[in-house]
């Protein structure tokens, strides 16, 4: 079973935006919405509504920065810190171009920061580049499940 894609957004536009570039780059994986960085860690963590949820941890983590209830810093720096999550791959999408948070990021173990163009095209094509990045090129961890391309219709 293919391992799903988190996509941690609170802004409906580049949500929208978001799945429609990982929906053009044929990911065959489910794509798993939340809207904040609690319900980011409660899904991660499987607490409260995601207690039932199947195990096993997401292929990938796509991550905005500015976040309601718990920031993106914070929450990478709570997967970072927990064994069983920590070698998911995390994505940092965000409009932040300040020094401190890209400094921050790092510092914490992200993957890779992805500052959301500002142009429609760009931005549906930044995240679709990221999908096909992750889905085949970067080489997992033993033992995790690979993302899998969808053949073109």
Same mark, same amino acid.
């Given at each position: 079973? =293919?391992?799903?894609?988190?996509? $941690?957004?609170?802004?409906?536009?580049?949500?929208?935006?978001?799945?429609?570039?990982?929906?053009?780059?044929? =990911?065959?994986?489910?794509?798993?919405?939340?809207?904040?960085?609690?319900?980011?860690?409660?899904?991660?963590?499987?607490?409260?509504?995601?207690?039932?949820?199947?195990?096993?941890?997401? /292929? =990938?983590?796509?991550?905005?920065?500015?976040?309601?209830?718990?920031?993106?810093?914070? +929450?990478?720096?709570? $997967?970072?810190?927990?064994?069983? !999550?920590?070698?998911?791959?995390?994505?940092?999408?965000?409009?932040?171009?300040?020094?401190?948070?890209?400094?921050?990021?790092?510092?914490?173990? +992200?993957?890779?920061?992805? $500052?959301?163009? +500002?142009?429609?095209?760009?931005? $549906?094509? /930044?995240?679709?580049? =990221?999908?096909?990045?992750? /889905?085949? !090129?970067?080489?997992?961890?033993?033992?995790?499940?690979?993302?899998?391309?969808?053949?073109?219709?």
């Amino acid at each position: 079973m =293919l391992k799903p894609i988190l996509l $941690v957004e609170d802004n409906p536009n580049d949500l929208e935006l978001s799945l429609m570039a990982l929906e053009r780059s044929n =990911l065959a994986n489910e794509v798993i919405v939340v809207r904040d960085g609690a319900e980011a860690l409660d899904f991660l963590f499987r607490r409260h509504r995601y207690a039932d949820r199947d195990e096993g941890n997401p /292929a =990938l983590l796509l991550l905005d920065l500015k976040l309601p209830k718990v920031d993106g810093l914070e +929450v990478l720096e709570q $997967v970072r810190q927990a064994e069983p !999550l920590r070698s998911i791959p995390v994505v940092m999408l965000t409009s932040s171009r300040e020094e401190p948070d890209l400094d921050r990021a790092y510092q914490l173990g +992200v993957n890779a920061y992805v $500052v959301k163009p +500002v142009n429609f095209k760009e931005f $549906v094509s /930044a995240i679709s580049d =990221l999908g096909v990045f992750w /889905a085949v !090129l970067n080489e997992p961890p033993p033992g995790s499940t690979r993302m899998v391309r969808r053949p073109k219709a």
